[in-house]
């Protein structure tokens, strides 16, 4: 028997956090935080695991929906044997280390959330089991001798990220973490496994998603350059909010490649913080994952350091392209404080280029345009919107059709969707059926099992 339980997140794109007890062993597939909530709200339901047997935890990427809560998970099953690929434990081994100021600063301790510290940090990434893509390994339990094989295959999502293959007696189990089938600009596509599973757990981001409306590459890539020559003619600045990690690596080499090829106008580029760090580690690793040039290095890209501008009026004497988190803006953070400079300059722009969670000040920024009045958040401050806003998908998960193609090569008897909104499931639930009849597709909701 086989039991799939969702801890959280299961019917939207916040937290990653899924429990399968296979036959007597317990394993727990990624352990997120919301990135938009905080104390306990933000975490899985781990009392959810109690009466449970638990053994393993896999991680699919460093993505904060999909690790950020692994210090309080260890905090309450110290005994349990995590697994990720070495990519996502030195990145995560990062950002976690960044979060411990925050914790402190933001979030008061209760029962359930407690700040953790650098040292158990440390002694967390000290702990974690390192393997990498395509090395299938055997684990046994000890209370009950029973074995799974394990094999991370690259889910070309970002640097280190793998989707989870699991093999307990020739039953197959495939989790596909966030995944790009198609290459991005640094990062090839995912390589999925060669022989068919019986069961597919596939994230569903972009099943809600018309993929003409985001339009093709080339279309969006024009339409990109286009905008940024005209803004940068008329002597003004961009501003790129960024996730640290993946977007900006990757929107570094489409900018990068298009200044070479004279399609953009050459311009100062600008980065910094977290985002810097972990372009060190995109190159560092670039001959151990599937990247399109390996020989390529981002640091090589001229950068500029944004933390080094004393005045933003140089970016009025200098026409530059700014890549600032965080990506959905939030407040304090380094885009938030820009933006705020950018409204108030007419020839500037501000370029959305991912998805933005509804509750965010990106979201409001996304959905406004030039001559509006806005307030973000909770005080009373409008701001009238003298620069552009022009909105572009670029974007690390597949598109719907890339999420049937997934399914198409792995031939799965059973689907179980998760990570979209009820939009996504609902498209894909019904292409799905459509098109590999007789296949079962369920639906991961929160606590609730499905049993296989
Ligand atoms: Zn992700
Ligand atoms: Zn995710």
Redesign the pocket.
């Known amino acids: 028997m086989i039991q799939f339980l969702p801890l959280a997140g299961a019917n939207d ?1 916040g937290i ?1 956090c899924f429990y399968l007890n296979i036959d007597g062993i317990g394993v727990i597939l990624d352990s ?1 935080v919301h990135p938009r909530k905080v104390g306990s709200e933000s975490l899985p339901d781990f009392s959810k695991l109690e009466d449970k047997p638990i053994d393993y935890v896999f991680i699919s990427h460093a ?1 904060q ?2 690790i950020g809560s692994l210090p309080y998970l260890i905090n309450k099953f110290p005994y349990l044997k995590i697994y990720m690929t070495p990519q996502t434990r030195e990145i995560s081994s990062l950002t976690l280390h960044s979060t411990v100021a925050i914790l402190k600063e933001e979030i008061e301790e209760t029962d359930l959330v407690q700040h953790y510290t650098h040292d158990e940090i440390d002694l967390l990434m000290r702990s974690v089991n390192e393997s990498k893509y395509n090395e299938p390994f055997e684990l046994t339990t000890l209370q009950n001798n029973k074995s799974i094989t394990v094999e991370f295959f690259d889910a070309g999502h970002i640097l280190g990220s793998a989707g989870i293959l699991i093999e307990y007696q020739n039953k197959k189990i495939y989790y596909s973490g ?1 995944t790009k089938l198609n290459s991005q600009y640094l990062l090839s596509g995912a390589k999925l496994p060669e022989k068919p599973v019986d069961v597919l757990l596939l ?1 569903s ?1 972009y099943g809600s998603t018309d993929t003409k409306e985001i339009g093709t590459r080339e279309e969006r890539e024009k339409r990109f350059t286009d905008k940024a020559n005209e803004v940068i003619g008329k002597g003004g600045s961009i501003l790129i909010p960024v996730f640290s990690l993946g977007k900006t690596q990757e929107l570094l080499k489409l900018v990068h490649d298009k200044m070479k090829s004279g399609k953009l106008t050459e311009v100062p580029i600008y980065t910094g913080g977290l985002g810097e760090k972990i372009s060190r580690l995109y190159d560092s690793n670039r001959y151990l994952v599937n990247m399109i040039d390996p020989n390529f290095k981002i640091t090589e890209i001229p950068r500029e350091k944004l933390y080094e501008v004393s005045s933003f009026d140089l970016f009025r004497r200098k026409p530059s392209i700014v890549f600032a988190s965080s990506g959905m803006i939030l407040k304090k953070t380094a885009s938030f404080v820009l933006a705020k400079y950018w409204f108030r300059q007419k020839d500037f722009a501000i370029f959305t280029v991912g998805y933005m969670d509804p509750d965010t000040p990106g979201y409001k920024i996304s959905k406004s345009k030039k001559g509006d009045d806005l307030t973000l958040g909770n005080d009373d401050e409008v701001f009238n919107i003298k620069c552009e806003i022009e909105n572009f998908r670029f974007t690390a998960h597949s598109h719907r059709e890339e999420l049937l193609d997934i399914a198409e090569k792995l031939k799965p008897g059973r689907i179980i969707l998760f ?1 979209g909104d009820d939009e996504s499931v609902n498209w894909l639930g019904g292409n799905l059926l459509d098109r590999f009849k007789g296949v079962k597709v369920h639906t991961a909701e929160n606590f609730k099992s499905i049993i296989f």
């Open positions: 794109s990653n997120g993505h929906d999909h966030d994230e981001t990570h």
